[in-house]
């Protein structure tokens, strides 16, 4: 666990050998180059993110990753009932509280999409606990959230809207890199990221579904037992855990 900001690149250490300085004067010689922490994680860096054109020499990698998947409940409904500044407030409250844990996890929020975020784990930063880490971070976000969400809802003036997060997460090999050619972007893609997201979209507000291989992952950490859901665009039902 990152407790606190890393003076040095992280990913660059582990997979590159290379001390990249992310903070103080040493730093400042590698800004001029546009080597900067990464938005997706501060502990990393910008090389990070170049690192499958300009360093791996590949578009693409597998790699065994952790996908979490979180959706901010409610938000939809609001958007009909509610001003501009409160749906602005209500989105900030959720990105920082699912920064805060991705990072402190040494995971990467890799994207925002509306109301939705997607983060990976074991990818810059190599972790052989990730699947855990993940389940980690989900838990810090709700217990988070929880704790703001009744303050939050009077402020915007929610009223009956029910607002929560749903996170769904999934662990296995993972195609990670950068994909598309006019409009280029770094990110994993495969049935594990489509596993991921079902398993957020089946979840209920305040609540985390894992699957049997996070489970087998976690240390005996999920103790809940399994039920089959019919996930949109897979065949067979897919045993999920409450974590």
């Known amino acids: 666990m990152t407790s ?21 004067p040493l730093s400042a010689p590698f800004r001029l180059f546009g080597i900067k922490p990464s938005r997706m994680n501060p502990n990393t860096c910008t090389i990070c993110e170049m690192a499958f054109s300009k360093v791996m020499k590949a578009r693409a990698v597998t790699v065994d990753a952790t996908i979490m998947f979180a959706d901010l409940r409610g938000y939809t409904a ?13 989105l900030d409250a959720f990105y920082d509280d699912c920064a805060a844990a991705i ?13 939705a975020v997607l983060a990976i784990f074991n990818f810059p930063v190599r972790r052989q606990d990730h ?4 389940l980690m971070a ?9 704790h703001r969400r009744d303050e939050l809802a009077r402020s915007i003036g929610a009223g009956d809207v029910e607002i929560g997060i749903g996170i769904g997460i999934d662990s296995g090999d993972t195609n990670f890199g950068e994909f598309g050619r006019t409009h280029r972007d770094l990110t994993a893609v495969g049935t594990v990221v489509n ?16 699957t049997s291989a996070v489970r087998d992952r976690s240390h ?24």
Not at 4 to 24: D, F, K, S, V, Y
Not at 78 to 90: F, R
Not at 107 to 112: A, E, F, P, Q, R
Not at 227 to 243: C, E, I, M, N, S
Request: glycine residues 8%.
């Open 103 to 115: 990072w402190r996890y040494d995971g990467i929020l890799n994207k925002t999409i509306g109301d």
């Open 131 to 134: 699947a855990a880490q993940a």
């Open 195 to 210: 596993r991921a997201a079902r398993a957020q979209a089946a979840a209920k507000a305040g609540e985390i579904l894992v």
């Open 220 to 243: 005996d950490t999920v103790m809940s037992d399994g039920v089959d859901y019919a996930l949109k665009g897979f065949d067979q039902p897919v045993r999920l855990y409450t974590a």
């Open 138 to 146: 989900a838990r810090q976000i709700q217990q988070s959230f929880a």
């Open 78 to 90: 609001l958007t009909q009932t509610i001003a501009q500044d409160g749906l602005s407030l209500l």
């Open 4 to 24: 606190e900001p890393a003076t040095i690149c992280l990913g660059c250490w582990q997979n590159l050998h290379m001390p990249i300085p992310l903070r103080g």
